[in-house]
């Protein structure tokens, strides 16, 4: 490949001393690698050339248009667009040739998925569940790499090159390590799972008896009047770990949003235990950790593609909206479908609750003295 002067081309600009001789560097084995020059222009301007060596050990040869992947695989071009929409992915014009052989095996995947009878919505649902999954687990990865491989004093074609080797070491064991995760999640789902002879007789409905608790964090809001917003990330992340920490099965958590922790389980003692220590773990980070509130409602809820819809849900987050801090507030369903003598309980009162048409008789829950 014939020598390229990268300085009278521009894209040593802005650089100098050792980002300069890192960059011209990283250009150089980047174009011998095979990367042209256009790209590697484009790669400059969009500040962006030190992702290159990891992009090509990701990224695949681009081969086919949307267009072209709609007619190979038969499936309906506006609903492969519609599944990326969901999927979180940009769509590409019909005739961008941005798409590989793994883009067209996937619509394939879809196309045998709608040949089995499984309906379109369905699988528009499924992909924005997986959509959402997967940049929450690509996120995690890439911050677990750059907070171990990030160094002090990097310039872009260390971490460039740092971040392809890791990527080239890690990447093929990521897709069986989640295929594994997802084999045994489903199995242990398909055990607590039991489809009664009612159910089988009226079709599966996806309803059923569950109790919901709500956890979130107190002051969260103003707290992040006064910290920055790493920080303040940092609370919302710890309040997850917290949670994944203290839960068992039949519990299940179903979802973090922002400030607050969702948890979901078919009996009511384990979710009310797991709300207790919950609001214990909070409290023992100390100060600099803000209390927990919790709330739990129970009743039929309506399970669709890993989340809860249904009145046990609604009431679950009103309750916990009106909980003190450092406190779990429970619905009298709650109360009464466990053991009592296993919890100390005080009467809250009779509540009114936006949304709810009754007022609803609460109850405080903590732990006995002796087993404190």
């Known amino acids: 490949m014939a020598d390229v002067d990268f300085a009278a081309e521009g894209l040593l600009k802005g650089t100098r001393g050792k980002a300069r001789a890192a960059r011209l560097e990283l250009l150089q084995q980047l174009h011998d690698a095979g990367v042209p020059l256009e790209e590697l222009k484009r790669a400059v301007a969009e500040e962006r050339l030190g992702l290159l060596p990891v992009e090509r050990v990701l990224a695949e040869e681009e081969r086919y248009t949307p267009q072209e992947i709609a007619e190979l695989s038969g499936v309906d071009y506006d609903f492969l667009a519609a599944q990326q929409r969901a999927l979180g992915l940009p769509v590409a014009d019909p005739d961008e040739r941005v798409y590989t052989e793994r883009d067209l095996e996937a619509a394939r995947t879809v196309k045998q998925f709608l040949d089995a009878g499984l309906p379109a919505d369905s699988l528009k649902e499924a992909a924005r569940v997986f959509g959402q999954s997967m940049a929450r687990v690509a996120e995690a990865v890439r911050g677990i790499v750059a907070e171990a491989f990030v160094q002090p004093g990097d310039t872009e074609r260390d971490l460039g090159l740092r971040q392809a080797e890791v990527a080239r070491q890690l990447a093929p064991s990521v897709g069986p390590m989640l295929e594994h995760l997802y084999s045994r999640h489903l199995l242990d789902q398909l055990r607590r799972e039991v489809i009664d002879r009612t159910q089988l007789m009226s079709g599966f409905t996806g309803m059923h008896e569950v109790t919901v608790c709500f956890a979130d964090l107190v002051g969260f809001t103003r707290l992040g009047e006064r910290v920055e917003p790493g920080e303040l990330g940092g609370v919302a992340e710890r309040l997850a770990a917290l949670a994944g920490d203290v839960i068992d099965p ?34 023992a980070e100390g100060e600099d950790f803000p209390q927990l509130r919790a709330g739990l409602a129970g009743g039929e809820a309506l399970n669709r593609y890993g989340d809860w819809y249904g009145s046990p849900v609604n009431l679950a987050s009103r309750v916990t909206g009106i909980a003190r801090p450092g406190s779990v507030l429970v619905s009298e369903l709650v109360r009464e479908a466990v053991d009592e003598d296993r919890y100390a309980w005080s009467f809250a009162g009779e509540k009114e609750l936006k949304g709810i048409k009754r007022p609803v008789p609460l109850f405080r829950v903590r732990r006995p003295p002796e087993a404190s």
């Open 250 to 283: 039949p519990v299940r958590m179903v979802k973090t949003i922002g400030d607050a922790a969702m948890l979901v389980s078919p009996e009511p003692a384990p979710a009310l235990d797991a709300a207790l220590d919950l609001v214990d773990a909070a409290d």
